[in-house]
């Protein structure tokens, strides 16, 4: 209805004549094999310098754009990333299925409110944009954003979180303008692709801090980010954060949509520890595949999180865990955001084990992987799968000759 | 003394009733009600309780029949499984849910949908939504119905001759009905798993 899907046809042709032109080329540089653009081009929209190349990767288990055009699951490149603002450019993306990535137009678009409310309500992009607005920044992380011995960077073992500038209505404000019913207790919220992709959220958290986003760092949200608007639900799994969102049904309980049931489990600890992001950090750098050039002066940089509060504290150990010191925080500490991190360290050119560890501001311990297989007393081997989000330390391996490495490998 | 208690608490007790009247009103009068149809056309989210489901019917011999001629079998396998798209019919019959699906596309026996989802509904709500690929929401209701039939067949949930329809659909007692914890309540500052996973 509102959204296009680009002709598949005109796509397949032009990824075929594209694979033969560049193939190589465009997959070290955005940039690179490309005619340079034209001053006035470059006055109209700003582009980086082309010595600057750091890049999105799809996942290794199913690449974007698959067979079908599909976009699935794309990293972030946090061994780049400074400060706590992850450029739109460059945030993470992730598709419900793997799905094309819709071209909507805001004039077309509409949110509708209904359900158990006492008056539904239908909203253009212009009216929503005539309502009082928040700013706040928030990260968002997939749930499957999950390390794993055989990744070899930070991209791969942390690329599914980022965090940006988020700015639209609070949620609250439109719930409460359509009257919501006593007996409502959860909300369907559902997107415009072509999946639809829908996910049942608490009444208690749309109410309390979820905004309905139309802008991203500054700009209106990028089409892989869910151009023209989107839920925010700060803390919550990046599937709740619903793109290209168009309805929000109020019900009286939970609707086991396709994304719910994608997520469920028997255990009541397992599904109270996934919905929600649990307090995490990892270092950016020295991360896995940096070289470092011999022993003397490092800052150690990383980033930390948490989806239930801010970050009150960040430690880090360069022998393995058997000492920790106390990190210094470099960026604002706000709720349910990236906070930056930094430690001095001088590397003696010995083996080292780098490791951060955060707790956040209800005291809550990010852990190490042999606590979280102790808590379920369960053996720590290489099958070992933290339960619900996977929160635990991330160890980087720094060798005599400078190369870093997964220390979980 | 009581009667100040008293006085308090017939005061607050009035503002709070004006409160409460006044967040059922609306502040900005931005927005219009949509119109019946506008919502019809959009509630595509299928309670458990089956309250969205429109009226058809289907059975799974109309669905083996569909599951052909849409194409299905091209992504999902003939059968239903051994394609690069998830499972829908375990290859060695009904198996036991897994406890966690994958997220990405399952291609395996245990996340069979008609094994592992606690509701027929969520298997009618997802064929109506999202397939097939490229043509989303094109089936008839008597289609979806047919082919969520199919595929609850195929899996031994229920017989071959049994015709699905609104009534009857959120009636099927799913293997995995009860293998699922809802989300715990959900409360502004509070620690997802209290004492999780230890007191350092």
Redesign the interface.
């Known amino acids: 209805m509102d959204s296009k899907k680009p002709n598949r046809r005109g796509f397949l042709r032009g990824s075929a004549a594209l694979a033969g032109l560049a193939g190589a080329k465009v997959a070290r540089g955005q940039t690179q094999g490309m005619p340079p653009k034209k001053i006035d081009e470059l006055i109209a929209y700003g582009e980086r310098s082309r010595f600057v190349n750091s890049i999105r990767v799809p996942v290794a288990e199913r690449h974007s754009p698959d067979e079908f055009g599909l976009t699935f699951h794309v990293l972030t490149p946090l061994q780049d990333s400074s400060g706590i603002i992850t450029p739109s450019s460059l945030f993470y993306t992730a598709t419900h299925r793997g799905s094309y990535v819709p071209d909507i137009d805001p004039k077309e678009h509409r949110l509708m409110i209904h359900g158990m409310v006492d008056r539904p309500l239908i909203f253009t992009m212009e009216e929503l944009k005539r309502l009082p607005y928040v700013s706040r920044i928030h990260f968002i992380e997939c749930l499957g954003n999950r390390a794993r011995p055989t990744h070899k960077t930070v991209q791969e073992t942390h690329g599914l979180t980022s965090c940006a500038e988020w700015t639209g209505v609070p949620l609250s404000l439109l719930l409460k303008e359509a009257g919501v019913q006593s007996a409502a207790s959860w909300i369907v919220a559902e997107g415009a692709e072509e999946v639809k992709g829908a996910s049942s959220i608490p009444l208690a958290k749309a109410m309390d801090d979820c905004m309905v986003c139309y802008a991203m760092n500054g700009e209106p949200l990028r089409p892989q980010q869910g151009f023209p608007l989107r839920l925010m639900a700060p803390g919550f799994e990046g599937i709740y954060q619903i793109k290209y969102l168009r309805r929000i049904k109020l019900v009286d309980r939970y609707y086991m949509t396709y994304d719910d049931y994608g997520h469920i489990n028997p255990d009541p600890k397992v599904t109270a520890l996934t919905h929600e992001i649990g307090p995490k950090s990892v270092i950016t750098f020295p991360s896995g595949g940096q070289q470092l050039s011999g022993p003397g002066f490092y800052e150690i940089s990383g980033l930390a999180w948490s989806g239930t509060a801010a970050i009150k504290s960040v430690e880090v150990s360069t022998d393995g865990g058997r000492s920790w010191k106390s990190a210094e925080l470099r960026s604002p500490a706000l709720p349910m955001a990236h906070t930056r991190f930094g430690l001095h360290w001088s590397w003696n050119g010995q083996e080292s084990i780098l490791m951060s560890r955060c707790t956040d501001a209800l005291g809550s311990i990010q852990p190490t992987r042999a606590e979280v297989a102790k808590y379920w007393n369960q053996p720590l081997d290489g099958n070992f799968r933290v339960p619900g989000a996977d929160n635990s330390v991330q160890p980087w391996r720094v060798a005599a000759d400078g190369s870093v490495h997964n220390g979980l490998a | 003394m009581v009667w100040r208690k008293v006085a308090i608490v017939a005061i607050t007790a009035i503002f709070e009733l004006c409160q409460s009247a006044w967040?059922?009103?609306?502040?900005?009068g931005?927005?219009?009600?949509?119109t019946p149809e506008?919502?019809r056309a959009?509630?595509?989210?299928?309670?458990?309780?089956g309250k969205e489901l429109p009226q058809g019917h289907g059975s799974a011999k109309e669905g083996a029949a569909l599951f052909v001629s849409k194409g299905c079998g091209g992504c999902h396998g003939a059968s239903g499984s051994g394609g690069h798209a998830p499972t829908l019919v375990p290859s060695k019959g009904a198996q036991p849910a897994m406890?966690?699906?994958c997220?990405?596309?399952c291609v395996n026996d245990s996340n069979a949908?008609a094994i592992?989802?606690?509701?027929a509904?969520?298997i009618w709500?997802?064929i109506n939504?999202?397939m097939p690929?490229?043509k989303?929401?094109s089936l008839t209701p008597n289609e979806v119905y047919a082919l969520t039939a199919y595929i609850l067949y195929k899996s031994n949930v229920v017989k071959e001759d049994d015709v699905m329809d609104a009534e009857n659909l959120p009636k099927v007692k799913m293997p995995n009905r009860?293998?699922?914890?809802?989300?715990?309540?959900?409360?502004?500052?509070?620690?997802?798993?209290p004492g999780?996973?230890?007191?350092?």
């Open positions: 967040t059922q009103t609306p502040t900005y931005v927005g219009r009600t949509p506008e919502i959009w509630d595509i989210a299928i309670s458990p309780t406890a966690m699906t997220l990405a596309p949908m592992h989802s606690p509701f509904t969520t709500d997802y939504r999202g690929l490229g989303e929401g009860d293998g699922f914890a809802l989300p715990p309540a959900w409360k502004h500052g509070a620690p997802r798993l999780y996973p230890q007191n350092r």
